[in-house]
């Protein structure tokens, strides 16, 4: 069975979750779409928390 994410900076979907760059952030397990969405989460992950990436976190 498959499962679909969304990377919280892009709104894309992550097709492949389980194969997939992913990080432990303050009890979340974010998925990213590619690394230069994860680089652009870690220089400011509470602007994309705060749901002002092209999705918003819930």
Same mark, same amino acid.
């Given at each position: 069975m498959s499962r679909?994410?969304?990377?919280p900076v892009s709104g894309l979907s992550? =097709?492949?979750p389980d194969d997939s760059q992913y990080l432990e952030y303050e009890g979340?397990?974010?998925?990213f779409c590619c690394i230069s969405c =994860?680089?652009?989460f870690l220089k400011d992950p509470d602007y994309y928390l705060?749901?002002?990436g092209?999705?918003?976190l819930s």
């Open positions: 679909h994410v969304i990377c992550v =097709e492949s979340m397990q974010l998925f =994860e680089d652009n705060a749901g002002n092209s999705y918003h």
